[in-house]
T-cell receptor, first 119, second 111 residues
C-alpha cells in the first residue's frame, strides 16, 4: 500500500524551529520528487517547495514565503523526506502535508501534521 | 493571492453536473499541465486529475478535466452527496522561480 506519514508537528514559540518528517512506503521513494504543502485553518493550499531525486542532484526550490527559513531534505536510505523550519512566525501555523507528483502511484498525500506557532 | 482563480462555490442537485473553472495565464496554465485535487471535510487532499485530463486508478469517470489556453475546467457528472468537498487546481508557474501554484479553491455543495 502506498503511504505517506508526516510527523513532528506541535507547538513552538515564535522564532523557534521545528523539523517535520515524511515517511514513505509502498513505492520507490528514491525515484520520486517530494513536495511540501501547507494549509492554514479555513484557508487554501500553499505549496512550500520540493526536492528532486539523486539523479537530479537533490535539487530544491522554495516558495518565496519560506525561502531562507525552510529547508527540504531527504534520506533515501530511510525513505523519508524532511522539512526543517526555522525562524517560525505565527503565520506559519498550519497543517503541513507531504506529497509526490508520482502520477503512476496516484500522487499520494500524507494525512498532515499540525504546526502551531504561538507564545 | 493565488495566481489561479476559481469560483468560491458551485452547487447542484444530486445526479446533476457541475463544472469548476480555473483561470490562469500564459506563465502557468498556458505553459504546463493542470492537476485537480479533492479535499473532503477534515481530510487531506487527494489527486483527482493529472496532466489536464487523466484520472489516477480508482477515480471514477464521473470526474473529467480539460484545458484550453489559459483556463482549465473540472467536470463532475452524476453528482453525489459524497462529492461535497473543496476542489483545487494546480500547475507550475514559470514566472515564479518555477514554483507550483494552487487555485483559490471551490466549495461544491450538493443541494
Amino acid at each position: 500500500e502506498v503511504q505517506l506519514v508526516e510527523s513532528g508537528g506541535g507547538l513552538v514559540q515564535p522564532g523557534g524551529s521545528l523539523k517535520l518528517s515524511c515517511a514513505a512506503s509502498g513505492f520507490t521513494f528514491s525515484g520520486s520528487t517530494m513536495h511540501w504543502v501547507r494549509q492554514a485553518s479555513g484557508k487554501g493550499l500553499e505549496w512550500l517547495g520540493r526536492i528532486r531525486t539523486k539523479a537530479n542532484s537533490y535539487a530544491t526550490v522554495y516558495a518565496a514565503s519560506v525561502k531562507g527559513r525552510f529547508t527540504i531534505s531527504r534520506d533515501d536510505s530511510k525513505n523519508t523526506a524532511y522539512l526543517q523550519m526555522n525562524s517560525l512566525k505565527t503565520e506559519d501555523t498550519a497543517v503541513y502535508y507531504c506529497t509526490t507528483h508520482n502520477w503512476g502511484i496516484g500522487g499520494p498525500w500524507g494525512q498532515g501534521t499540525l504546526v502551531t506557532v504561538s507564545s | 493571492q493565488s495566481v489561479l482563480t476559481q469560483p468560491p462555490s458551485v452547487s447542484a442537485a444530486p445526479g446533476q453536473k457541475v463544472t469548476i473553472s480555473c483561470s490562469g495565464s500564459s506563465s502557468n496554465i498556458g505553459n504546463d499541465f493542470v492537476s485537480w485535487y479533492q479535499q473532503l471535510p477534515g481530510t487531506a487532499p487527494k489527486l483527482l486529475i493529472y496532466e489536464n485530463n487523466k484520472r489516477p486508478s480508482g477515480i471514477p469517470d464521473r470526474f473529467s478535466g480539460s484545458k484550453s489556453g489559459t483556463s482549465a475546467t473540472l467536470g463532475i457528472t452524476g453528482l453525489q452527496t459524497g462529492d461535497e468537498a473543496d476542489y483545487y487546481c494546480g500547475t507550475w508557474d514559470s514566472s515564479l522561480s518555477a514554483n507550483y501554484v494552487f487555485g483559490t479553491g471551490t466549495k461544491v455543495t450538493v443541494l
